[in-house]
């Protein structure tokens, strides 16, 4: 039932366009664009990890600026050497109305799936991404318990993890569904977002 445009990063559910996790959390607390050559280099990280994983990377093609959190990645895949069960996998919600694309999922140690999220810098939002991610995942995996992992790659190959045990996802996932109410409300009244536009 989902299509996904790479280009445009559009979901679609049913052929109706639905909002994307990233949508929603910043129509109600906008971030900074960046602009597209950063967005690119985000692009090119997550390349370039996937490509590790999978023994696949060829180093001469890392750029510089993203060599760093290559192996910042490599060192905490060294650390923590779980297997991955799902990586940049788009999902909707039927139900809900949403979708999103994962980073990573993992195979946790004692039945438990780890919903991972790679960043260059760690903010509170990356704990309601983790919640609309895991809503997400439980359309697959229904009986799943789910832990969170929010990972910072830093330029200096470093790396710093944020944990998050079930019920702190449990709980995430229910003020993600308030921000997609409140997405959902202003949408249909038309109204301006914190940003003054309408979503």
């Not at 590790?52 to 290559?70: C, F, P, Q």
């Not at 910042?72 to 788009?90: G, N, S, Y």
């Not at 509170?124 to 697959?140: D, E, F, M, S």
Request: a positive charge; proline letters at 4%.
């Amino acid at each position: 039932m989902l299509e996904f445009e790479e280009a445009t990063h559009t979901y679609k559910l049913a052929g109706r366009i639905v909002p994307s996790v990233t949508q929603i959390i910043n129509s109600i607390w906008p971030v900074h664009d960046a602009g597209a050559y950063y967005r690119e280099r985000g692009n090119a990280l997550h390349k370039a990890i996937e490509l590790s994983d999978a023994g696949r990377l060829n180093w001469k093609t890392v750029h510089d600026e993203i060599a760093g959190k290559v192996k910042a990645w490599e060192k905490f895949r060294k650390d923590w050497p779980r297997p991955i069960i799902a990586r940049e996998l788009p999902i909707g919600h039927s139900v809900y109305g949403f979708a999103g694309k994962l980073d990573a999922a993992f195979d946790g140690q004692d039945k438990f799936h780890v919903i991972a999220d790679a960043k260059s810098t760690l903010s509170p939002l990356v704990k309601l991404q983790i919640g609309g991610y895991a809503l997400l995942w439980r359309t697959i995996h229904r009986q799943a318990s789910i832990r969170g992992l929010a990972i910072e790659l830093r330029n200096d190959e470093s790396y710093r993890c944020e944990w998050m045990k079930m019920d702190d996802v449990r709980l995430y996932e229910q003020t993600f569904l308030n921000a997609l109410g409140v997405f959902n409300f202003t949408r249909t009244h038309k109204l301006k977002g914190p940003n003054g536009t309408t979503t």
